[in-house]
């Protein structure tokens, strides 16, 4: 048996003409949970991350906060899906940066929308894939851990849309129950797998076990 270690990247920069890079809390984010790892004797075989910057910043601080380094196999399939693209098949005109709570509501119930008649094949957003070979993208490092990390622990640095896909595809469940569980994960979660060469197992979901103390309450986020 194999474990596999899904972590959502820290908090990134929403509304930021650059959503691509960590905050200043996201990097706090992913520095607490290397070290939760390291003081919990919690150890890799395998290292893996999307190949966008705020995947590659987690990992980097998750390392330090470790204190150990590491390669890592840079995996594409792992990106994320550009939420601006999706938006824009259901609402053409550009959005204001959300700047009250009803404007945040707004913006992800476009969201919402918008990956339903993607995954339906009803849309097709502009620079992404069909949401098949995003799946594909997704199941293919899937297929990589059990092939090459039997036996081991493997940690992959991703983002919320392959997390959430990972485990519909694992549990097959609907489009709606996936994009409930992509639309409420948190920054530097944990999803656990357990795999065989055959196949993976859910464990947990969506855990947070660096953040439980009351310290770090104000640093749980979503975005």
Known sequence: MGTLYLVRHGQASFGAEDYDNLSD??????????????????HFDGLIAGTLRRHKQTLEDLLKGMNRAGDHL????????????????????????PTSPEMYRHHFRLLRDGLAQWMAGVVSPRGMPSYIDFVAGVAGALDHVRANHYGQKVLIVTSGGPISTAVG????????????????????????FAFTPKRH????????????????ADWITYA
């Open 25 to 42: 809390l996201g990097h706090m984010q992913s520095l607490r949970l290397g070290e939760y790892f390291g003081n919990h004797d919690i």
């Open 74 to 97: 840079s995996w594409e399939g792992l990106n994320e899906y550009d939420s601006e693209a999706v938006i824009a098949t259901v609402h053409p005109h550009k959005l204001q940066k």
């Open 169 to 192: 595809h694992v549990l097959g469940t609907s489009p709606e129950t996936t994009i409930d569980l992509n639309l409420r994960i948190r920054n530097t979660s944990i999803t656990e």
């Open 201 to 216: 197992m859910l464990v947990s979901y969506n855990a947070i076990p660096h953040l439980e103390e009351r310290a770090y």
